[in-house]
């Protein structure tokens, strides 16, 4: 009594609770009860019953029939076996595990037995068996007694159910006890020491001075401010609140966290354990199947909870078992960021989606899951000063505000203020700067492959997928857990290959370091790149990396700047001036001086004989554009998807079946811990492990797709987005154009020559007008030809042109060649072979091109009339203010403004002739200053480039509109020339209206002007334009300043959607853009620049046209530089997203199935044999999972988009609708069955069954055909989800789809339709025991065949009933088929689409 009560205690101690009372037959019918013409069944006869083994004190006394025999010269022992000898040492083949040994010696009696036992009775399955048996041998039932260790003469060799009871202090429980013990013991002493210790540290301060030591908001990363937790703070803003909690290390804390990896290791080694024992029949546990059962289950519960908050608060972990301390004492700091706000990838929402998020927020909230903690080490300058690294910055304590800041230098407001910091630094001032700001070196952290799986495997799904695995391991089903375990390793590990491949290249890009030489102490040493600080001044050489942002002091630099911006050309770097007082703008008027980080430095030129090419650093680290770059890069914003928010959901309602089946599980099938099992694996099936590592594996396969069209992907969640792209974002020149510009002419006053003569001469001017454009420089007077060749900053290297690209077209197409040229000028240029005069021409003097004055300027001296020419080149706006008045044609705005209509880029040029003897000769010109040389300056021409569309862009921009996708442009460029792209390339509507909006700063208001008739409509009414444009079609154009002004007055969103053309938009203007497109909906972005990477990483979808650098920072990077990777992209992204959301489909569908089996299974009590179930989870749910991801993308782009709504209608539809088509074949199908004479009375009967031991429960009919119906629907659920529809080829395309599709449907109808056959029977369809089968004359398969478990002793069917059957199922196959073709994607969804439409994003494509 006291041991059934301990054993109910300690049931209930570990979580089992469960009813008492159970039905284990069906709840609604009599078993056998009735035949189909009313009439009471008879009592069966069980066929070849299979007798236990009879033991005999000796072998004379076993019956004739069953008396074991010897070849001569052996001795039958007491294991069974023949010897010459028996050892002493034999143990009986009679004895019991769990009983007494065997008194004397006990032989077991020949095997085999088998008899016909009638009119049996489930009930009396002991007494009838033993009654019949004995008959068959010739003896009385009554001379043979039941098992015991000292039987007089015979007796049956069945052991008892182990009754020795447990005592709780077996080993098992020994180890359990330690287990639980140490852990409980360590965790509460470590919390009260660890508690203890902390107030002690907290009495030495007072309260306030507790508050700042001990938990310190830090203030933004880049200003010093006191603000706590401001809401006004977003994620872009590189300022960030931050809690800061100091710990250091405890000795007893260290051994405590040792002692907690080894618990958990623990863990996992009892119940690899348990699950041994499960299989030993429960030896560990005296047999007692209960106790050992719900231990499992307790611990089964305690492994999920242990390594789900393992996961959860890992970032957590290391710092528990360590002392919280002041920032003196600190070994480590914890800190602890407000995760930024996840971006929703769709606007549309729904009270269940919004309510989830609402209760996940709540739950992340109450357990700190809200705030991002990372711990990092607490170090110490040469100074003593505290500091730490957090996302590759140092943070610096400083005691007089008690707060951790990174340090920002500001070397010089002013040009000027820089160019005179040429003395460097000492040491002690470099060293106490590279203690604020830490070296010049960005260490990126990537973990070894070891490490990089363990943390793929702490996410909290993996620990669901485990547990549930532990149970196929536990309960027999050993196999199927292998293969899944198989497929998630495989997944897992393409995830890691992915990841680690993507942060090498990041790595490889961040770190760098090199020999440099640095001015310290007014002397030059040899020291590490990293050692570099601000304001220090280090040489520039030739072929090496730029290691910092710095400013050229002196000589001239060429450097390649495609890996930072794209940009293919290198570009000339000039130093600055000590008498350039504009304020220094790295990024502005002043990025001629400035040479970036990570650029190469082709050519460095110093300016006097045998000096240095020195720069001066102004940021370095993760201040340098490429650490902010790199930073982007490591720490994204989260991004979500409503495709993953609605799997959440799914799991939620899954749970739900789950425990709908758990309930059913209790009511009809089982009781105790068996009921538990059968529903756990219910769970399992119905949320099946496999549906990461499908999707996984479907964008795996996908991404290969994409890299077939050199389109490469390191985030590969992104290409589901990729197929949701409503709004497409182009950068214009190199994306949509060619690379560069093309010299497209020049349009010179006319009659120039006479004009020149007259401006010298001061003769009397008419009105100057614009003559006839010339295509060639050849065709433009020679004064002019002159300026084309001479005004520009071109030089060659190694026979490559440097400079600026325009610069180098227009040169180019001068014809003329750049000569060696004497110190006392610039260049020498001589004109090409075929012109009249071929005498050289010298450059004087030169003035570069300033941002800030739109200009350049050079002199030079025509050794043919021995003149000297100024030229003055720039901006056709600026050009104009800088000249005559008297020099410009009237027509001069109109025609620039034409020009700029029809894509061009229009530069002017002025020219001025000096007579040097007036000036004093070429000395006292030599001290011209620019201002000097740039006035009294005449019209001359203008020159004009054009970039031209590249050959595909058209087509390929029609294919993204005819897809549903609205494209816009993002430039830097002009505004007309946006206009004219967006026109020539398809862009804007056709016949539409441009209006182009600009800032007005008198008014301080946008002008809206119609592009084609400006002067006609120079302000228009925009809001009334837009009432009309479904009459009229109306686009919109904005500039940079009008952009700006726009989202400045909040009415950005109002005209968001209508503007097509965003132009002289900055790279902060991009950014700002492209998240406002992405408020209304799905944005992917593509550029080819430098200007480009914070749009390309802030967009949903970004790809990178380029090799540069800069495409590390895009999901997905491409070298074919063609709009028609766009479309690529969308398409392939279209197919896996309706990929996705078949596999997805496919194994909800699976775990539906699986739930209408179960139901069928707990009501008949029945199941499936052992090997159909490893055929369905291993051959035919693995592999088809795998085929259905084989689907080729579709060839163009549909108007449609794929839905990524998993519970959205057509999601729903389709399954909903196979659910209920199968449930109707399912109980017709056992509705015909019960109508079958063959079946009737001989029904399965559970109540001689061990429901514990479910693989003895398929050898029935019921068992059997609830295989062979859903195996074609596990089968057939792959190829109805697979129709290529809009977004993918036709299934007969996806070859290994159809393949496995076919051959699956022919073995299962080879099973259903055959006689019984060797491979039938493997599976336990239409087979039987093989004496049965001999005595109802059935061919005998040559193979084992086990012992079947019912009366009848077979499951074959009738040959009518089974091609009956087997048409029943194909029916069911081609009803999915015609639904999901007719009604969810054909006609039906047509009509129901227009009649019900779904509220979608409108825009005009």
Known sequence: MQSRISTRLFCIAIGISLPFAVQSTPAWNEVNGFDIHGNRCPLPTYNMYPCSTICARNVAECPEQVRPSCPSGQTYCVDGECRESCPSDLKSACSCTFEDPIVGDIYPCAAGQRVNVEHFLATNLTDQTAEACANDLGVSVASIEQWSNNPASLMWNTCPKPSKPLTFTEPAFIALYTFYGSLVGMLVGWTLYKRTLEKYHMSKFNKTARQQQMEKVVVDEKKESNSLNSDEKKPEIAGQSMVIKAYKRDYLGMFCFVLYVLQTLGHVAYMIMITWDYYQSYILFEGNQLVQSSTFIGMWYIFFFWFASLSIFKPRLMNFFRIKCTYAEANYVQIEKREPPTIFLQDRSDKITDTVRWLEQIGRRTFGLDVVVNTSSMRST????????????????????????????????????????????????????????????????????????????????????????????????????????????????????????????????????????????????EMSTADLVPGDVFEVDDGKVVPCDAVVLSGNVVVDESSLTGEPLPIRKFPLRTDDHTMYDRMGASKICTIFCGTTVSQAQPTEQGGRVTALATQTGTGTDKGELVKKILFPSPVSFIFNEQIKITILILLCCGVICLGLAIWLYATGTSAWLYAMFAIAQLISPLLPAALVIGQSVSSGQLRNKNIFCVDLPRILMAGKVQLFCFDKTGTLTREGLDFFGAQPIADLDNVIEAQTNKGKLGTPSFGVHADTVDKVPRVMQIGLATCHAVTTLNGQFIGNPVDIEMFRSSNWKLEKSGDDVVDTLTPPEAADIKVPVHVLKRFEFVHARMSMSVAVLDTHTNKVHIFVKGAYEKIKDLSSSQSIPADYDKTTSDLAREGCYVLALAHREIDLEQIGGIEAFQNWTRDQMEEEIHFMGLIIFKNQLKEDTTENIAELKNGATRTIMITGDTALTGVFIARQCGMALPNSRILLGDLDKGTNRIIWQDVDEAETFPDVNVDDALLNKEHTPVELAVTGKAFQWLVENDLIRKYLLDIRVFARMTPTGKVQCVQLHMERGITAMTGDGGNDCGALRAAHVGIAMSDAEASIVSPFSTSVRSVRSCVELLLQGR????????????????????????????????????????????????????AVTQSKAADRLNEERPTARLLGPQTMASCLGLCAINWMFLSGTFKFLYSQEFFRCHEFDSNAADLSKWWLLADNYEGELLALICLFMFINNAAVFSFGHKFRQPIYKNYPLIFLWALYLAIVSYWMIGEPNQFGCLFRINCGTKEVLEQFNFSVPPTYIEQFNTPQGHNVMPWDFRWKLWGICMGNVVACLIYERIFVLGPVRKWLSKKYPVKRLKITR
């Not at 460097?424 to 470099?430: I, K, N, P, R, V």
């Not at 179960?1158 to 051959?1179: G, L, N, P």
Request: proline share 2%.
């Open 382 to 525: 040469r100074s003593g000063s505290r500091y730490f690294v957090y996302q590759c910055t140092r943070y610096v304590y400083h005691p007089e505000t008690q707060i951790f800041t990174p340090h920002e230098f500001v070397l010089g407001e002013t040009n000027a203020e820089m160019a005179e910091q040429k003395n460097g630094l000492s040491a002690e001032e470099a060293a106490n700067r590279e203690e604020l700001v830490g070296p010049n070196f960005i260490s990126v952290y990537v973990p070894n492959i070891a490490m990089a799986v363990l943390r793929e495997f702490s996410s909290f799904f993996y620990t669901y997928q485990f547990t549930v695995l532990w149970l196929f391991y536990y309960f027999a089903y050993w196999e199927v857990g292998v293969a899944d375990t198989a497929v998630i390793l495989l997944s897992a590990f393409v995830k890691v290959f992915v990841r680690l491949r993507s942060e090498r290249r990041i790595k490889k890009m961040a770190e760098f370091t090199d020999k440099i030489n640095i001015l310290r102490d007014g002397t030059w040493e």
């Open 1135 to 1186: 197919a896996a997203l309706a990929t996705s959301i078949t596999g997805y489909k496919y194994l909800i569908m699976y775990g539906q199935v699986m739930m209408m089996m179960k139901i069928f299974t707990f009501y008949f009590s029945v199941t499936m044999s052992q090997y159909v179930w490893i055929a369905i989870d291993v051959f035919i749910t693995v592999f088809l999972t795998w």
